[in-house]
């Protein structure tokens, strides 16, 4: 296997449940609880700028109603997407991949990014992301990690950088599962948890790939992945598991 660079433990969407998802405030908050690597997702704005945000919508996580995906940034960065959570947060903007970076990069923090293109978009966020994510980290000693359920994404990321790692996503272990991450070039395998079985990391460690688990956020279902020895745990519970685990 290649030298594996990242930290077991990862914030989930910055800092899971305790501050505003993929923002800038949630990244904070996790770094406040010691965490070194944070997940995000990532899309692209009708003018091509790269922000974080889980949803195709904007109506669960931010004052804006529609696709994001539709909208120019300068119409997504006056979005308050901080109240839906709670009034401390009021007024929080949404995050651009290069506002995380330049926080990221100044503390030493690791970047495990999702792209998670808007439906019909899947290629272009694929390239963008990757392209943005390697200028933006061009001088880091340790890439972002590049993932996604979407193949076409991943096919985009690897057509335009190569270089950055990439792991496939995956929700249930269809036939052909590690052909596919094999074909896409990547160093990772990031599945539900309980997906992972003796055989499956016997299986994906066999092919010099790494294994991380979502969303990891009970004690019995962090004890049997550190048994069988899996790479990374990403967790919405910041507050009840330590990175330093």
């Not at 704005?45 to 995906?69: C, Y």
């Not at 933006?136 to 590049?146: H, N, S, T």
């Not at 092919?207 to 967790?235: E, F, H, K, P």
């Amino acid at each position: 296997m290649t030298p594996w660079p990242y930290p077991r433990w990862v914030a989930h969407r910055g800092a899971g449940k305790l501050a505003p998802e993929n923002t800038l405030a949630a990244i904070r908050v996790g770094a406040a609880h010691g965490y070194r690597m944070f997940e995000c997702d990532a899309k692209l704005s009708a003018d091509g700028v790269p922000f974080l945000m889980h949803d195709a919508a904007l109506d669960r996580t931010t004052s804006g109603q529609g696709i994001g995906g539709k909208l120019p940034w300068s119409d997504l960065a006056l979005l308050d997407a901080g109240s839906w959570h709670s009034r401390v947060f009021a007024g929080e903007p949404l995050a651009t991949l290069a506002s995380v970076a330049r926080f990221c990069l100044a503390n030493d923090y690791f970047l495990n990014i999702e792209i998670k293109p808007t439906p019909g978009n899947e290629r272009e966020t694929g390239e963008v992301v990757a392209s943005h994510a390697a200028r933006l980290w061009q001088d880091a000693a340790v890439p972002p990690l590049l993932t996604s359920f979407q193949v076409e994404a991943l096919e985009g990321a690897a057509a335009t950088q190569p270089d950055l790692p990439r792991g496939l996503l995956l929700d249930h272990l269809s036939e052909g599962w590690l052909d596919t991450a094999r074909r896409l070039g990547c160093v990772a395998i990031v599945c539900d948890h309980a997906l992972w079985d003796a055989a499956t990391v016997a299986e994906a460690r066999a092919a010099g790939m790494r294994t991380l688990s979502y969303t990891v956020n009970d004690d019995c279902a962090v004890q049997r992945l550190l048994t069988l020895g899996t790479d990374g745990i990403i967790t919405d519970r910041i507050d009840l598991f330590s990175p330093a685990s």
